[in-house]
């Protein structure tokens, strides 16, 4: 238990405590995963989504 403390204690007593804490090897590799795929597709997009700067 003091383990899980500290984890806490350290995150949310620091001065830029996170907006979202992710805790376990299993949670951080969804999270990454996931991420990594809506990254993937936002960057497929990035040639149609620039383009739209230069309509006037």
Known sequence: ???NFTVRQDA???AHPPLRLTLGGAAY???S???AER???LEAQK???FSADSIS
């Open 12 to 14: 949310f007593g620091s």
């Open 39 to 41: 990254l993937r597709m």
């Open 29 to 31: 590799g969804s999270i």
């Open 47 to 49: 040639d149609v989504a």
């Open 1 to 3: 238990m003091k383990q």
């Open 33 to 35: 995963t996931t991420l």
